[in-house]
T-cell receptor, first 115, second 111 residues
Framework: NAGVMQNPRHLVRRRGQEARLRCSPM?????VYWYRQLPEEGLKFMVY????????ESGMPKERFSAEFPKEGPSILRIQQVVRGDSAAYFC?????????????FGPGTRLTVL | QKEVEQNSGPLSVPEGAIASLNCTYS??????FFWYRQYSGKSPELIMS????GDKEDGRFTAQLNKASQYVSLLIRDSQPSDSATYLC???????????FGAGTILRVKS
């Protein structure tokens, strides 16, 4: 079984450009979570999505960040007009269903560097 | 007060010893607790989950949960150099699906 897949694994952008990060959940999983890990900091929740629905975006910055999980295709985290402070590792996790007892499995992450 | 607290370490133990990692959390409504291992430059890897008070064993790993005292711990028996990593404690709250992570404890196992 393929695990959670993320691409690209490394992404370099200049300030002001857009970054698009993609996440394909594990087979059979329909719930996706995005987390950000800033250098020397812990993992922080950003957003929780199900197919075609944003369930919880309480961790998303109010501006420039958006996420979607369309009916077909991967989940996408989009960062517009990137700034140096956006440089971080972005991880996606997935679960089979909702619920607080579900174990979240993480993808390899996308390491974003903003020049 | 941080929601999930861990001693950042590093915690150094000799090969073959027991490593004890601790975590406290502030939300009394928390229902599920997880330990992840993260090697440098890699993604978090789930190693243990625990939901009820008491101990849960899986191979060399034992997770311990005490909801009354709001702490969860991870014991690693017969520690190996390959166990050297950052161990992240994660807590899932009463109402949501999001995990709240501690900053992690760096474990170093010396051969």
């Amino acid at each position: 079984n393929a695990g959670v897949m993320q691409n690209p694994r490394h992404l370099v952008r200049r300030r002001g450009q857009e970054a698009r990060l993609r996440c394909s959940p594990m087979k059979g999983h329909s719930h996706v979570y995005w987390y950000r890990q800033l250098p020397e900091e812990g993992l922080k929740f950003m957003v929780y999505l199900q197919k075609e629905n944003i369930i919880d975006e309480s961790g998303m910055p109010k501006e420039r960040f958006s996420a979607e999980f369309p009916k077909e295709g991967p989940s996408i985290l989009r960062i517009q007009q990137v700034v140096r402070g956006d440089s971080a590792a972005y991880f996606c996790a997935s679960t089979t269903t909702s619920g607080i007892y579900n174990e979240q499995f993480f993808g390899p992450g996308t390491r974003l560097t903003v020049l | 007060q941080k929601e999930v607290e861990q001693n950042s370490g590093p915690l150094s133990v000799p090969e073959g010893a027991i490593a004890s990692l601790n975590c406290t959390y502030s939300d009394r409504g928390s229902q599920s607790f997880f330990w992840y291992r993260q090697y440098s430059g890699k993604s978090p890897e789930l190693i243990m989950s625990i939901y009820s008070n008491g101990d849960k064993e899986d191979g060399r790993f034992t997770a311990q949960l005490n909801k009354a005292s709001q702490y969860v711990s991870l014991l690693i028996r017969d520690s190996q150099p390959s166990d050297s990593a950052t161990y992240l404690c994660a807590v899932n709250g009463e109402y949501g699906n999001k995990l709240v992570f501690g900053a992690g404890t760096i474990l170093r196992v010396k051969s």
